[in-house]
């Protein structure tokens, strides 16, 4: 279901026009050529206008797309006639030539065939060996760090893989489940390990004390493991395997979902791939179909006898393809790996709520993403200080998630570096392989690269900078109370998961009825002025800032982070030292005679050494922000005590950013009313009289100390 008061969205042939609050597809708006200085149309959805881009690390795209203005205007020579014959050709009627949006693919590795074919479908221009000059779009395979780049756009962000390890996505999650329990209750309880080990033993035996008939199961997997590697199922905390030095290997334990939905007796997971197109303003894209990936042995709930067979309990598609059983497809509905709309298909004819379900899988999304964007904002600025140059980013994640029985989804984990293959190998002899293409992975992946790349393309017109502000800094909407928040079975994705094979068979006739009598020629000029013309609308649907209103509240930790970044002094640097943690208790007036100095400097140090103590990264002394938070939480919970937790920490950060505008503001007045005093020194002339800074330096000197007593006395206060 759609948000309140948004009607729902119509079923529509991929060729019609997209619904509201949908990205309008390049391929409706043809370009005509412009110049870097041409007005910027405004774009809208629903009626009120869409986000800029990340504004934050947006920098200038260096040298290269210098040369490429000078060459789509007027140049030195005869290349500025040939500009200016070009522009009148253009009047009466003659195609523009589009500059080509150039691509260094060198570091693509295996998602390098998709990419390929995507370039091609767009016609811009690929450098597979790198290039002297800057490129608009680097496309990496592994991380931020495989090339040093000052310009254009990256498809990673820094710290990514970091942050979506295994451990560090169920740290982010828990802190996310102590403020709001019920609304992160998607993923799995888990415990870390080995620091969490003698917790895990407590916690399971007060459980079947309590519950004698609870016979659990539970999944461990290794912290920096992929592809299945290391995985395996427990029934008992002391069959966890110890002797394989979890020191040098953590890991996580989970409760296993003993439940799952099955199909064909099979059990599977959906692989979903989500854009996060930029971090300020927050924007989310989801893919309209994704891949399901199934088991090769018919399901059977977890005993002591089945528990080590992975084919049987683990969805893994590296792991399954080397089953006698798994079957490669060349449609899309059967196989070991299907699209996720023909499971949809499926699970509708059964008479399944597929509304509902799009709606929880939306939610599941913008709440993890939610969780991960604070630490994300901290490592991105320590790669890209702001005011350096630097390279925009972006990055297509893989959602791995799993339906239980009752339909509720279930996030596994998320992959930073999601498989982008479009073969798959073949054994043709004993030893000797093929690679074969795999039909349902080219379907999907390439217009899920191709669809990335048009939404970030540099040489789009540009939404005006009247675009929404991130809500999340709006003291108007950071915390609104509970009875204004919308149930989250208000949002709906659009009736695109009816199955797109259907859509298709109406496509061609569809297009035909749009089409009037002697509107071809025009279409094919359209086409050859904007190769986007052609191809079909996007598969990529925003889902964030769209359904803001509904998750901005759940913000918070992202509001700390702010606060974080801000004391963090050194650029470039990630951790809290013990002079910004002082300043920060400082300004936001949160010392007392209850809780002194000498009390903020025990809190910093036990919080940090028990963090340190974790063997997270020791490359730079000082508080992290997971310290940082869990030392806000106490803070919350001293001031507020009669508040649940989350209440505690919105009303925190609401004091903290009152006392921290006020300190601005009288700054601004401060350097404000210096400058206008130096001014008036400068330019006053009375009786004929020139005077100069250099006349009255007892004065200047006076008021500089004047200036600086009242930074003291602010500093103390």
């Not at 200038?60 to 797309?65: I, T």
């Not at 149930?487 to 859509?503: D, G, H, T």
Request: net charge positive; proline share 8%; aromatic share 8%.
């Amino acid at each position: 279901m759609e948000p309140a008061g948004i009607e729902p969205e119509p079923e529509r042939c991929p060729s019609a026009q997209e619904p509201p609050g949908s990205p309008a597809p390049p391929a409706e708006e043809p370009e005509p050529e412009r110049s870097e200085a041409a007005p910027q149309p405004q774009q809208e959805a629903e009626g009120v206008p869409l986000p800029a881009p990340l504004a934050q690390g947006r920098r200038p795209s260096g040298p290269g797309s210098k040369g490429q203005a000078k060459r789509g205007g007027a140049g030195k020579g005869g290349r500025g006639k040939r500009g200016s014959t070009r522009r009148a050709g253009e009047e009466g009627g003659r195609p523009a030539r589009r500059a080509h949006v150039t691509v260094d693919s060198s570091k693509a590795k295996t998602s390098l065939e998709a990419l390929k074919i995507s370039l091609r479908q767009l016609r811009w221009k690929e450098f597979p060996f790198g290039r002297r000059l800057p490129c608009d779009i680097y496309w990496h395979g592994v991380s931020f760090h495989d090339n040093d780049i000052f310009s254009g756009q990256v498809n990673k962000f820094p710290g990514m893989t970091e942050m979506v390890r295994k451990i560090t996505l169920s740290r982010a999650v828990r802190t996310m489940q102590d403020l709001f329990p019920e609304e992160y209750n998607f993923y799995p309880h888990s415990w870390i390990l080995p620091e969490e080990f003698p917790l895990f033993v407590a916690e399971v035996r007060m459980m079947k004390e309590s519950d004698p008939p609870w016979k659990p199961t539970f999944i461990v997997k290794p912290d920096g493991g992929c592809q299945g590697d290391g995985i395996y199922l427990i029934k008992d905390p002391s069959d966890i395997r110890l002797a394989g030095n979890l020191q040098s290997r953590p890991a996580v334990v989970q409760e296993y979902i003993s439940k799952p939905l099955l199909i064909d007796k099979l059990k599977f997971d959906i692989r979903l791939y989500v854009l996060l197109k930029s971090l300020e303003p927050l924007e989310i894209y989801i893919a309209k179909d994704g891949l399901s990936r199934f088991c090769t042995e018919p399901y059977q709930e977890p005993t002591l006898k089945n528990l080590h067979q992975v084919f049987m309990h683990l969805t893994n598609y590296s792991l399954n393809i080397h089953s006698g059983n798994f079957i490669h497809s060349d449609n899309v509905n059967t196989g070991s790996k299907r699209t996720f709309s023909s499971v949809l298909y499926r699970l509708s004819s059964k008479g399944v709520d597929i509304k509902k379900l799009w709606s929880d899988i939306i939610s599941l999304v913008i709440k993890t993403v939610i969780a991960l964007t604070p630490e994300l904002k901290v490592y991105y600025q320590s790669d890209i200080p702001a005011g350096k140059p630097g390279p925009t980013c972006f990055q297509i994640l893989g959602f791995d998630i799993l339906l239980m029985k009752n339909l509720k989804p279930v996030l596994l984990e998320v992959n930073a570096n999601p498989s982008m293959r479009i073969e798959h190998e073949q054994e043709l002899s004993p030893g000797v392989f093929e690679n074969v293409p795999s039909p349902v992975d080219e379907e999907i992946k390439v217009a899920v690269i191709r669809d990335t790349l048009r939404l970030m393309e540099p040489h789009k017109k540009k939404k005006k900078d009247n675009h929404l502000p991130d809500t999340c800094m709006d003291s108007k909407q950071r915390f609104p109370p509970i009875s204004s928040r919308l149930p989250r079975s208000n949002l709906q994705f659009s009736k695109f998961a009816i199955v797109r094979y259907q859509l298709s068979e109406n496509a061609s006739d569809t297009k035909d009825d749009l089409l009037e009598p002697g509107s071809t020629d025009q279409l094919e000029h359209d086409i050859s002025k904007n190769p986007e013309a052609s191809l079909p609308s996007l598969c990529l649907k925003q889902v964030f800032p769209k359904y803001a209103k509904q998750f901005n509240y759940l913000r918070l930790v992202d509001r700390m982070a702010a606060l974080f970044i801000r004391f963090l002094g050194v650029k470039g640097t990630m951790k809290l030292g013990p002079t910004g943690f002082r300043t920060f208790i400082r300004n936001c007036r949160l010392s007392n005679s209850n809780f002194s100095m000498a009390s903020v400097d025990i809190l910093y140090i036990d919080i940090t050494r028990r963090w340190n103590s974790m063997g997270l990264d020791q490359r730079e002394s000082g508080m992290c922000l997971q310290a940082f938070v869990e030392a806000f939480f106490c803070l919350a919970q001293r001031r507020y005590k009669s508040f649940p937790l989350h209440e505690q920490v919105a009303s925190l950060i609401d004091f903290c950013e009152y006392h921290l505008a006020i300190l601005d503001e009288k700054r601004l007045v401060c350097s404000r009313g210096i400058t206008e005093r130096r001014a008036t020194l400068v330019t006053c002339q009375p009786d004929g009289l020139h005077l100069t800074p250099a006349t009255h330096a007892p004065l200047l000197n006076r008021m500089t100390a004047a200036n600086k007593f009242t930074d003291y006395r602010n500093h103390r206060s």
